[in-house]
């Protein structure tokens, strides 16, 4: 089946960048979202960034300016180009995946710790 891998996470000070990575494998035939969620200690998971499969992306108001999604449609990866990074982005990072028939699937997460 598909699966979604996350990679990129870490520590870093705060102003400081990372880069994730979502690579999905398995029985892929095409993706109609592909983007980042991401949930912190006691908080309700929320939406990051998504890149839908027209090119068009969507941002939550807290990381526009900041953060940018991009995807690799014959690689079937997407990335997540996190820079001016703040505390408040502390949290586990997850990649999720929509195919054209709308199933769902999720990375296992990786950890992104902002902190001086």
């Known amino acids: 089946q598909v699966q979604l891998v996350e990679s990129g996470g870490g520590l870093v000070q705060p102003g400081g960048s990372l880069r994730l990575s979502c690579a999905a494998s398995?029985?892929?035939?095409?993706?109609?979202?592909m983007g980042w969620y991401r949930q912190a200690p006691g908080e309700q998971r929320e939406l990051v960034a998504r890149?839908?499969?027209?090119?068009?992306?969507d941002y939550a108001d807290s990381v526009k300016g900041r953060f940018t999604i991009s995807r690799d449609n014959a690689k079937n990866t997407v990335y997540l180009q996190m820079n001016s990074l703040k505390s408040e982005d502390t949290a586990v990072y997850y990649c999720?995946?929509?195919?054209?028939?709308?199933?769902?699937?999720w990375g296992r997460g990786t950890q992104v710790t902002v902190s001086s």
């Open positions: 999720h995946a929509m195919n054209l028939q709308y199933l769902n699937y």
């Open positions: 398995g029985a892929i035939v095409s993706f109609k979202t």
């Open positions: 890149a839908h499969s027209g090119g068009s992306t």
